[in-house]
């Protein structure tokens, strides 16, 4: 398993949440659209959703061993 050091896995997490944020801020902007148009509205910015899940959980899990 590749080790990825604690600030570079914050920096990807700011990322992704920064990306989170525009396109949820491109949502508002426009509102929601309906049907297979809504799907391709929301599809946008979920890989960032799962890759700020992600590197969240690591460095939570991180954060906890450090204190053991």
Same mark, same amino acid.
């Given at each position: 398993?590749? $080790?990825?050091?604690?600030?570079?896995?914050?920096?990807?997490?700011?990322?992704?949440? /920064?990306?989170? #944020?525009?396109? &949820? +801020?491109?949502?508002?902007?426009?509102?929601? $659209?309906?049907?297979?148009?809504?799907?391709?509205?929301?599809?946008?910015?979920?890989? /960032?959703?799962? #890759?700020?899940? &992600? +590197?969240?959980?690591?460095?939570?899990?991180?954060?906890?061993?450090?204190?053991?």
């Amino acid at each position: 398993m590749i $080790k990825i050091n604690y600030k570079i896995q914050f920096v990807l997490f700011v990322i992704c949440l /920064f990306f989170i #944020g525009l396109g &949820i +801020f491109e949502t508002l902007d426009q509102g929601l $659209k309906t049907g297979i148009d809504l799907f391709w509205q929301i599809s946008h910015f979920v890989p /960032f959703v799962m #890759g700020a899940i &992600i +590197f969240g959980a690591n460095i939570f899990t991180k954060r906890i061993e450090k204190f053991r």
